[in-house]
């Protein structure tokens, strides 16, 4: 189940993010829609980083039953990034999701040998959709 708090007038492809998210794990999770301004001030409180970004991964605690955890998406980068790489917000959103996902699955693109890197790219391909965060910034 995926508990979703959306601030923003994002619309969400919930139909396609279940999907996903029923492929990767059976636990719960939240996930947060916000503005650059609520973006920038969780990144800042949480990570000491003063900008916004497009998406925050907040992990809990395993144990059972646990909720995997939190992501936060910036619904304003979503439409930025959307209308930049020509592609639907609706698709931006899901590679958004994808990735702050695999990070709460543990992946970690900044230090792995690229699996996080290829584990998107399945999924890009599962559900067709056009290049992720780590593909189209490292070709």
Do not use: W
């Amino acid at each position: 189940m995926i508990d979703i708090d959306n601030q923003s007038n994002l619309s969400i492809p919930l139909s396609v993010i279940t999907k996903i998210h029923a492929a990767l794990t059976d636990k719960e999770l939240e996930l947060l829609i916000v503005n650059d301004d609520e973006m920038r001030q969780i990144n800042s409180e949480h990570r000491g980083v003063d900008k916004s970004t497009d998406v925050l991964s907040f992990p809990f605690e395993e144990h059972p039953m646990s909720p995997l955890g939190s992501l936060v998406i910036s619904a304003d980068h979503v439409k930025t990034a959307a209308e930049h790489f020509k592609h639907s917000q609706d698709d931006e959103f899901c590679l958004l999701f994808i990735h702050g996902l695999l990070h709460l699955l543990g992946y970690d693109h900044e230090v792995d040998e690229g699996q996080m890197r290829q584990k998107e790219k399945e999924l890009i391909e599962k559900f067709e959709l056009p290049n992720s965060l780590i593909i189209r910034t490292q070709g």
